[in-house]
């Protein structure tokens, strides 16, 4: 298991959008993936799970990858994080 | 004894026991479940998803052709969430510890998916719950299935009872069931309204006290009169329930005696009928009608909640005309409008938005030429069991008539190579319901076989006004019949005929400006077609001949009003 902290700078947080790209994302991995915010602690492979984070702009959570691609999966999440999704 | 006033929809009296529908509320079976039954519950829920994929994508692909990305989205995100993992690891959990049956503990997970994202301070994510409603709602249809359909659950006939309610709703209803329909929200050209006088429906809407009504345990509700009558007892109540049973004889058959073909001057005339469903064909005698005038095929979206393949539409087509024999039937390809739309998509969260204004018609259907040729070939492979003809709903252009008659040959083709017999030399009608085709008329009549005014729409489009206003007085703007007029002279030159099929030729008064400005044929719903074609064969057109003039020359639908209602009362009355 390994962890990165990663800070969301949507304008809105992590919403419906981002959210979906986020989980599209995930989804491509092997390893299992999750996601800690405020001491919760979700699935990233879930979007049900990720919108009832409901993550505020400028929020930091911790990402944790667990599996046979847990290091690319990592960076390719926190990659997308930073770009803000590819959606602004 | 007390009043609640409304405004009439649908004609008609009864009397029965309330039932509250609640829009949104879901009958969901609960029930605990054996080990053995597991796997076979999974199995139903797994099937359910795929099922909501599909239509998703379904839905996906025509916003993303129709709209944008941005709202294709939307429905990405659907289509994620509808089969989201920890959901339905959730699900499985709670079946195997607390037995509970799948569509209660899938109905359990999503509710407290809801609630968590209410209890989340922003209100963007508070908002999300629609998606969560929508993406429910789809599963457990499928789910729930046919028989025991889901919305709403009536299990006695009952006067419904609803703030609004749409065409979709209504469908599900097994007609024996709603006795009557009373609203708050919708108009008369509603497709609710014009589905409720297609079943006979007794309905009015504009009634404010709809929470109060809940209290009672029987009504009367009687539409002739626009009125809901509470706490009626003694003879009063024996007076309602005469007329009561007098409107149940009437309703179980639609017309006694055989339409009329001619005015009392024995000029002919004909009075066709407009038909939603195949279910609405069979309690009709053929041998009392002329035949179809308008068959809205897109009826069998909403009703299947999703575009039906060729397949499904050829069995509907071939009951239609093998029913009717050598009566025509004109079937109007498609016509999804906004409302038809959305309500066949179900999507609460798109409801509001109002790109989709523009959505309808041949233009929509010319764009998406898979949908227009499954049905063309639906149409052409029923023709040989009947007397089809085929018309194009909010033509714009004469250009899109030319492009459909292309894929029509096209379509023809195909199926002369395939070996599939058709009938050959069908019809081609055009709806004339918009403002531009108006200045093209003389072009069209080139191209099609017959003329068909579509009134409702081409109200909006000259007068404007929203579809669920009421759009009664707007029959009688002297923009309605100047367009008439122009239509009526353009058919004559090109010697095309033309029918009215909007309501507005159920309006007793309208329909004698109708006659005035030279109309002899049109195509009403079932329930004004014993009284219009009593007014027709009363009707003598020589009378007629100075009102067209008249009414030309007025300047307000007032005057137009006032006109009408004179000589109804002087040469009918």
């Not at chain 2, 509970?100 to 209890?119: D, G, I, P, S």
């Not at chain 2, 206003?469 to 002297?478: E, G, I, K, Q, S």
């Not at chain 2, 239509?487 to 010697?495: F, G, L, M, P």
């Amino acid at each position: 298991m390994i962890s990165r902290e990663i800070s969301i700078l949507n304008k809105y947080g992590l919403h419906t959008r981002p959210a979906t790209a986020f989980v599209t994302e995930a989804s491509r991995f092997k390893s299992e993936i999750f996601l800690e915010y405020k001491g919760v602690r979700v699935n990233a492979k879930s979007i049900l799970g990720l919108l009832v984070l409901a993550v505020e702009p400028g929020a930091t959570l911790t990402l944790l990858a667990d599996g046979p691609d847990e290091e690319e999966a990592i960076e390719a999440l926190a990659i997308l994080t930073r770009n803000k999704f590819n959606l602004e | 004894m007390k009043k609640i006033k409304g405004v009439r929809i649908s004609p008609g009296i009864v009397c029965g026991p309330i039932y509250y529908f609640e829009k949104g509320r879901l009958n969901v079976p609960r029930h605990f479940i054996r080990a053995e039954d597991f796997d076979s519950e999974l199995q139903r829920f797994k099937q359910a998803i795929q099922a909501s994929v599909n239509e998703l994508k379904q839905v996906r692909d025509l916003v993303l052709d129709h709209l944008d990305e941005e709202h294709a989205r939307i429905i990405d995100a659907q289509l994620i969430a509808v089969q989201d993992e920890e959901m339905i690891k959730a699900v499985e959990n709670l079946m195997h510890q607390e037995r509970k049956n799948v569509t209660w503990a899938y109905y359990e997970v999503m509710n407290e998916y809801e609630a968590l994202l209410l209890k989340t301070y922003s209100q963007f994510f508070k908002e999300r719950t629609a998606d969560l409603k929508d993406i429910k709602k789809r599963v457990l249809h499928h789910m729930v299935g046919e028989e025991e359909t889901i919305l709403p659950d009536i299990n006695k006939p009952s006067i419904i009872v609803a703030e609004k309610i749409s065409p979709g709703d209504l469908i599900h209803i097994e007609h024996n069931l709603a006795l009557g329909l009373i609203t708050w929200e919708g108009g008369f050209d509603s497709h609710a309204g014009i589905l409720a006088r297609a079943f006979r429906i007794p309905y009015i809407s504009n009634v404010d006290l709809i929470e109060e009504l809940v209290s009672y345990s029987e009504i009367i509700l009687d539409a002739d009169n626009e009125e809901i009558l509470l706490d009626i007892s003694g003879s009063l109540k024996q007076e309602y329930l005469t007329r009561i049973t007098e409107f149940q004889k009437l309703r179980k058959r639609i017309i006694s005696a055989k339409v009329a073909n001619s005015t009392r001057d024995k000029v002919p005339y004909h009075i066709y009928l407009n038909v939603g469903f195949v279910d609405e064909v069979e309690a009709i005698d053929p041998q009392l009608i002329q035949g179809i005038g308008l068959f809205r095929t897109e009826f069998l979206c909403i009703e299947q909640n999703t575009i039906p393949d060729e397949e499904v539409q050829f069995q509907a087509y071939r009951a239609v005309l093998k029913k009717m024999g050598h009566l025509p039937v004109i079937f109007r390809v498609f016509d999804f409008g906004r409302d038809k739309l959305l309500a066949m998509l179900d999507l609460e969260v798109i409801q509001e938005d109002h790109v989709f204004d523009e959505w309808g018609g041949i233009g929509f259907l010319l764009e998406n030429p898979d949908i227009l040729k499954a049905q063309l070939r639906a149409l052409l492979r029923a023709s040989i069991h009947g007397n089809v003809k085929i018309m194009l709903p909010l033509v714009m252009f004469t250009d899109e008539v030319r492009q459909t008659i292309e894929l029509l040959h096209e379509v023809q083709r195909e199926l002369q190579e395939q070996g599939i017999p058709f009938r050959k030399g069908i019809e081609l009608g055009a709806m004339i319901e918009t403002s531009s085709i108006l200045e093209q008329l003389d072009g069209l009549a080139d191209l099609v076989d017959f003329f068909s005014i579509g009134t409702n729409d081409l109200a909006l489009y000259l007068i404007g006004s929203g579809r669920t206003v009421d759009l009664t007085r707007n029959y009688y703007h002297p923009k309605i019949f100047n367009a008439i007029n122009l239509i009526v002279s353009a058919a004559k030159r090109a010697n095309v005929p033309v029918t009215v099929c909007g309501e507005m030729a159920s309006d007793p008064y309208a329909l004698i400006g109708l006659t005035a400005m030279g109309i002899r044929s049109v195509s009403i719903s079932t329930s004004a077609l014993a009284e219009i074609s009593k007014e027709i064969s009363a009707l003598d057109t020589k009378m007629l001949e100075n009102l067209a003039d008249l009414i030309l020359s007025a300047d307000s639908a007032a005057t137009i009003y006032s006109l009408l209602v004179q000589f109804h009362q002087d040469c009918l009355g």
